[in-house]
Nanobody
Framework: VQLVESGGGLVQPGGSLRLSCLAS????????MRWYRQVPGKERELVAG????????NYADSVKGRFTISRDNAKMTVYLQMNSLKPDDTAVYYC???????????WGQGTQVTVSS
């Protein structure tokens, strides 16, 4: 199983980025997909999640109204559209695939997002 994130980078406050996570080696449509983020010295925090069919989403309060999670099961990809970025959004962003019945989790290697002027 591989989860490969892309789309991170340096952006000015107020800017936008779209992260992508391409999955392989798993039955993608059977997995809940989530984005987490982590800054040095802090615990990894859940940013957004989307159900296996895409009908349900959830967000951390800190990103509601600014971030949107989506998925394309045919492309085995999950996205995180991030708008109105703030310096506090600076972190390494990780993609997670979770099978709720078999209780397995897979993680990507992470992609750095830096919001700075």
């Amino acid at each position: 199983v591989q989860l490969v994130e892309s789309g991170g980078g340096l952006v000015q406050p107020g800017g936008s980025l779209r992260l992508s996570c391409l999955a392989s080696g798993l039955s993608f449509g059977s997995y809940v997909m989530r984005w987490y983020r982590q800054v040095p010295g802090k615990e990894r925090e859940l940013v957004a999640g989307i159900s296996n069919a895409g009908g349900n989403t959830n967000y951390a309060d800190s990103v509601k109204g600014r971030f949107t999670i989506s998925r394309d099961n045919a492309k085995m990809t999950v996205y995180l559209q991030m708008n109105s970025l703030k310096p506090d959004d600076t972190a390494v962003y990780y993609c997670n695939a979770a099978h709720l019945i078999y209780r397995v989790n897979y993680w990507g290697q992470g992609t750095q997002v830096t919001v700075s002027s």
